[in-house]
């Protein structure tokens, strides 16, 4: 079984930068709320970049929730080609039934030939 990965608040990643802005280490502060220094430089470049926007709800879910939708609508679409392509497939045995209990090959659409016209 995989581990799962952990969620912050957006008030522990705030808290977590505001360590950093009084003078704290990246080390230091890593250690203390148990993080790769490399995340907690995520957070801070995410948070520079425009403070009011960092740490929207919960991470990835948006892109989670769209990808979500995506797969159901080719679900969708897989559906109904599968239901297309049964109905071919049950067209054909019916044709090779008839066949076999004909013994002859079912007509095709070719033109006859020139030589052989209806009613001469």
Known sequence: MGLSRRRFTR???MAA???LDMGAS???VARAFEVN???LQR???EFERGPGNAFPGEGKRRWEQSRLAQLERKIG???VEIDFLKGCLQTL??????QALTGRPLSTRKSRSTGQRKGA
Not at 93 to 98: G, I, N, P
Request: proline share 4%; charged share 40%; hydrophobic share 25%.
């Open 17 to 19: 930068i505001q360590r």
């Open 93 to 98: 045995e019916q044709q090779r039934k008839l």
């Open 77 to 79: 679409q897989q559906t």
């Open 26 to 28: 990246v080390a230091e």
């Open 43 to 45: 957070w801070r470049r």
């Open 11 to 13: 008030e522990r990643k």
């Open 37 to 39: 220094p490399n995340v």
